[in-house]
């Protein structure tokens, strides 16, 4: 885990999604790469935030759950 990875675990959930809303911002103004670089995150994890923020706008910035939704064994 890098340091931008620790950091925004310790921000909480509000103003998880505004740091994501720069970001988003920034890589729709930009390049990708740049914006990973300034974020010191991977091109991957911008496209992804991205990606989401241009299918369900702002609500998609938020952590979605890891939870399954249903366990097949039971």
């Not at 740091?19 to 914006?35: H, L, N, P, Q």
Request: aromatic letters at 8%.
């Amino acid at each position: 885990m890098n340091v931008s990875q620790m950091t925004l675990k310790m921000l909480k959930p509000n103003e998880q999604m505004n740091y994501r809303f720069v970001m988003v911002k920034d890589a729709k103004r930009g390049s990708i790469k740049e914006t990973a670089r300034t974020f010191n995150t991977s091109p991957k994890v911008v496209r992804k935030w991205v990606k989401r923020f241009d299918t369900d706008r702002l609500n998609s910035l938020n952590d979605r759950s890891r939870r399954p939704n249903f366990k097949p064994n039971k």
